[in-house]
Nanobody, 121 residues
Framework: VQLQAFGGGLVQAGGSLRLSCAAS????????MDWYRQAPGMEREWVAT???????TYAESVKGRFTVSRDNAKNTAYLQMSSLKPEDTAVYYC????????????????WGQGTLVTVSS
């Protein structure tokens, strides 16, 4: 199983950007899909989660500005970021709990490689 995050880039403060996280490989289903971010010199922090039933939760710092969604048919999650601030600058990572295709339905958490978002003031 591989997770690929993409869509990062340079944007001005107040602008918007949409990140994607695509899972591929031997996937039976995907439970939670999460977004994290890590700013330079900082610990990685949780940003948002979307469950298999599309229930969403957000960190307080992004609530009302970021929206997480998913397309189960494409095994893909999205993070729509609006009203971006310079403090949103970070490498954004996605993770997913994947249920394997074997009869044991083993669950594993996979991480994407990260995509850089830079917000200029």
């Amino acid at each position: 199983v591989q997770l690929q995050a993409f869509g990062g880039g340079l944007v001005q403060a107040g602008g918007s950007l949409r990140l994607s996280c695509a899972a591929s490989g031997s996937i039976f289903s995907i439970n939670n899909m999460d977004w994290y971010r890590q700013a330079p010199g900082m610990e990685r922090e949780w940003v948002a989660t979307i469950t298999s039933g599309s229930t969403t939760t957000y960190a307080e710092s992004v609530k009302g500005r970021f929206t997480v969604s998913r397309d189960n048919a494409k095994n893909t999650a999205y993070l729509q970021m609006s009203s971006l601030k310079p403090e949103d600058t970070a490498v954004y990572y996605c993770s997913a709990e994947v249920v394997g295709i074997t009869r044991y339905r083993i669950r594993n958490v996979y991480w994407g490689q990260g995509t850089l978002v830079t917000v200029s003031s």
